[in-house]
């Protein structure tokens, strides 16, 4: 039997991500299919190889697609929350300089 407590609520999806509201917690989480993290992992095992071996050349391509997978998730994300109508978990406005 399932507590009711501990029932996550499904805020909205967007291809491979899922905005989730979990118990107990103030902001939402987003949640990822097992498949993409999985890609990601190989692609920051790629980079962590490619880094020891230093090998330059190699790098570009693994840290390119991290970076463009984690903002890709950032984006999901974001979006979701305004769409949910949830405060972001972070300041988004400009940087602030010296």
Same mark, same amino acid.
């Not at 103030?26 to 190889?49: N, W």
């Given at each position: 039997?399932?507590?009711?407590?501990?029932?996550?609520?499904?805020?909205?999806?967007?291809?491979?991500?899922?905005?989730?509201?979990?118990?107990?917690?103030?902001? +939402?989480?987003?949640?990822?299919?097992?498949?993409?993290?999985?890609?990601?992992?190989?692609?920051?095992?790629?980079?962590?190889?490619?880094?020891?071996?230093?090998?330059?050349?190699?790098?570009?391509? +693994?840290?390119?697609?991290?970076?463009?997978?984690?903002?890709?998730?950032?984006?999901?994300?974001?979006?979701?929350?305004?769409?949910?109508?949830?405060?972001?978990?972070?300041?988004?406005? +400009?940087?602030?300089?010296?």
């Amino acid at each position: 039997m399932t507590n009711t407590d501990d029932i996550a609520e499904v805020l909205g999806r967007s291809g491979n991500h899922s905005l989730v509201q979990l118990p107990g917690r103030g902001f +939402p989480a987003l949640a990822i299919q097992g498949d993409s993290l999985k890609c990601l992992q190989d692609a920051v095992r790629e980079l962590a190889e490619a880094d020891a071996a230093g090998d330059g050349e190699e790098i570009s391509y +693994p840290l390119r697609e991290v970076v463009e997978r984690v903002a890709a998730m950032v984006v999901s994300f974001e979006e979701m929350s305004a769409l949910a109508n949830r405060q972001l978990p972070y300041f988004t406005g +400009p940087a602030e300089g010296p």
